[in-house]
């Protein structure tokens, strides 16, 4: 379910400290109203001070019938007062002089009392003077004074309200800035840390924050990487183990189920020699036609007694394979071992009329059992045979290439039917089970020897290779000795 805004950590961040902010802004402007004392106007004072220099030095210069109408445009323009006193000392209480033609100018001494002798606290009255010289057939000299009030004023108050809508938006502006501040370096961090737990959960471990801060939310970060690296490792390994134990669990499994038909079928396999050889004993010890003729089933019963034997051996074999004991390993001249393969099928080779050519590399080694070597090899070298055709051509390539010993046979002019391709590789499959057994073919040969050479971390392969057929056996070079 999305969150809603207002339940974000930073629009609850922004929105706490731009309150805040706004709020001890405006608890400082009221604090400071509060606080401040009621306070005189100074400008007002400077501005009337300055302004009635002029007005002196302009009443100088004008004849005193004339000076009425200046000083009451003076009086107009500044809000204020004006009183001639004779003479050029200043005293409250003498009496004030006419002022000819002047409305507003005062003229009594009751008028400039009210004005200097003010009870209200909250108001004042400030006057300046300055000394008028009038030719009057003789020189008279006035004093003139201006007379004004002031109300007590808060000076800070009055400065609010003339920039009130300024501090308004410095206030918010500023406000704004420090939330986004605020929000950028607290809620937005722990926002990509919220990102990035929520991808550990939903068992992502390639992300990481790559915080570089110190302080607790870098640190928060840093333990939130190790979590992820460490998880990503533990599940990692942990599938590894799965995939392995699986891969085991099915191996061992195939195993039993091999283990399981192959004793079966090896059982099968014994009863025939078993029972021929015990046709022929029983028909000797009573005598029965034709087993009395002891010279021609002698050697039969010792044919079905080796054939037992050989295939007891070959299972025996078989079932240490199986087993994956370990193997003694040596150094195996490959070359001579094929060599040697060949000489023992010679004479076969020349009963079935199948001529042979060899391409024998010089000097291949590898590393393994040699009697085991040579049963694959020559399993694989009697299989060619039996199976080659009387009067054709059987061709056994070695070589190396890329640290692998590679060992050809082809026998030409011959096929396997596409059905039996994917079973030559199982015990006891026969394609032709009358041909296998008139040639005392066991079924095990090519099923051990892919157990030899798979052992000896090398490969086999008997395909159909356009009109002939091809067995192809790689086995890994000799490590040379450091």
Wanted: glycine residues 6%; proline residues 3%.
């Amino acid at each position: 379910m999305r969150k809603r805004i207002i339940d974000r950590l930073s629009f609850k961040v922004f929105l706490i400290t731009f309150v805040i902010q706004v709020l001890f802004g405006v608890m400082i402007i009221v604090l400071l109203y509060s606080a401040m004392p009621l306070s005189w106007n100074s400008f007002r004072r400077l501005e009337m001070e300055t302004k009635f220099e002029p007005f002196v030095e302009s009443l100088n210069n004008t004849p005193y019938s004339e000076c009425g109408k200046l000083v009451d445009d003076f009086i107009l323009s500044n809000d204020c007062h004006i009183v001639f006193y004779r003479g050029g000392e200043l005293e409250w209480d003498d009496y004030p002089a006419s002022v000819t033609n002047s409305e507003y100018a005062l003229r009594t001494r009751d008028d400039v009392l009210k004005l200097i002798n003010l009870e209200n606290n909250k108001e004042m009255s400030l006057s300046t003077s300055g000394l008028v010289t009038f030719h009057l057939g003789k020189d008279r000299v006035y004093t003139v004074v201006c007379l004004w009030t002031q109300k007590g004023e808060n000076v800070l108050l009055e400065a609010i309200k003339s920039v009130l809508p300024m501090i308004i938006a410095t206030i918010v502006m500023v406000s704004l800035i420090c939330s986004f501040i605020y929000a950028f370096l607290f809620a937005r961090p722990v926002r990509k840390l919220s990102l990035l737990s929520g991808k550990i959960k939903n068992m992502d471990f390639s992300v990481r924050s790559g915080s570089k801060r110190r302080d607790e939310i870098g640190d928060l970060g840093r333990d939130l990487d190790d979590l992820s690296s460490n998880l990503n490792e533990t599940i990692t390994d942990l599938n590894q183990k799965t995939i392995e134990l699986e891969r085991e669990i099915n191996r061992v499994n195939e195993l039993e189920r091999q283990k399981e038909v192959f004793f079966l079928a090896a059982s099968h396999e014994l009863k025939t020699p078993i029972t021929i050889a015990q046709g022929h004993v029983r028909g000797m010890i009573e005598g029965v036609s034709p087993y009395d003729d002891h010279d021609a089933y002698l050697p039969r019963t010792l044919s079905a007694l080796k054939r037992m034997e050989s295939l007891i051996n070959e299972i025996l074999t078989v079932s240490r394979m199986q087993a994956e004991n370990e193997i003694t390993h040596a150094k195996v001249d490959l070359t001579s071992l094929i060599k040697s393969r060949l000489d023992e099928i010679q004479d076969l080779l020349d009963v079935r009329s199948i001529s042979l050519v060899t391409r024998i590399g010089k000097n291949l080694y590898c590393d393994g059992n040699a009697e085991l070597i040579s049963m694959a090899v020559g399993a694989f070298l009697s299989n060619a045979v039996y199976y080659s055709s009387e009067g054709s051509e059987l061709i056994v390539s070695s070589s190396g290439k890329d640290g692998q010993i590679i060992i050809e046979i082809r026998n030409t002019g011959s096929h396997i039917n596409e059905k039996d391709l994917p079973h030559l590789f199982e015990a006891f499959y026969r394609s032709d089970t009358a041909r296998n057994r008139r040639n005392g073919g066991s079924g095990l040969g090519l099923y051990l020897g892919k157990i030899i050479i798979e052992r000896h971390n090398g490969t086999v392969s008997l395909d159909n290779d356009g009109p002939d057929v091809v067995a192809v056996i790689t086995i890994p070079v000799s490590i040379p000795n450091p």
